[in-house]
């Protein structure tokens, strides 16, 4: 998933923060617009950053907001150090260590399943909420049901919080209203990637169903005339491709296919 800033033209790239030889915030003119300032406090909003990755993000991308979280997203590792909410790193590590190295797991240093089952317990979270992968995403974890400390520490300073009861409601606030929010899109596009086996190309169709449940929830009405088709007459491991057809079908198209033609 990248910010496409013109035709075939593709950056990833974060951008630098400092001054320019004006002394004006790098990224920013001098004088922002009103849309400009708007979009800014749009971004803080909805990302939880502060101003100055708001201006670096924006700015990166003409100031189209979607594009800008696309971007942030996307390379968060960047901009940690830019975005410290206070969070103490003692009690993110003592909270890691409650649930790491877990015998039964025996991943040293890491959380493993059975640490997940812990956590989960304590967030009073099903395995099957799309709060958990909700949490998967902000840790950007690379293996399922696995946190390193390097991933779960990114994923609470990207959060804010440090303690069990402040990430639950930080999940419950991301989790509302989440269809709506310009975070849906990367976190539909992480999970195909996540649910994926190792070595494998395409998410196995059984799983990309569960996966479709979750994410959209009881949102998408037309999800069981998919899952029908995908079953009897799709039949196969599904590509990246359909993947993210589905997305773009379930953000434009109606529930009663009126619009079917338009699009």
Sequence with gaps: MR????????????????????????GMASRPS???????????????????????????????????IEHYYQNQHHYVDQNQ?????????????????????????????????????DLRLDAEDRKVLILAYKMNAEVMCEFSWAEWKKGLQDLRVDSVDALRSRLDEIDEGLRESN???????????????????????????????????????????WEEFMTSEYGKAVTKDTWNLL???????KADLTNYDDV
């Design 85 to 121: 909410g206070g969070q103490d790193d003692a009690r993110m590590k003592k909270l890691f260590e409650r649930y790491a190295n877990d015998p039964k797991d025996n991943l040293p240093d890491r959380i493993g399943p059975n640490g997940v089952c812990r956590l989960l317990a």
């Design 247 to 253: 997305f773009d079908f379930a953000a434009s198209i």
């Design 34 to 68: 009103p849309a400009q300032r708007q979009a800014v406090k749009n971004f803080c909003n909805l990302t939880r950053t502060n101003e100055k990755i708001a201006i670096a993000c924006l700015s990166r991308v003409g100031y189209n907001i979607e594009a800008a």
């Design 183 to 225: 975070q849906f899109k990367p976190l539909y596009q992480f999970t195909f990637t996540y649910g994926k086996k190792a070595g494998q190309r395409n998410l196995d169709l059984e799983v990309a169903i569960i996966y479709w449940k979750i994410l959209f929830k009881d949102q998408f009405a037309l999800l069981p005339m």
């Design 3 to 26: 910010c496409r800033l013109g035709p075939g033209v593709v950056d990833n790239s974060p951008v630098q923060f400092g001054k320019d030889s004006l002394g004006h915030n790098k």
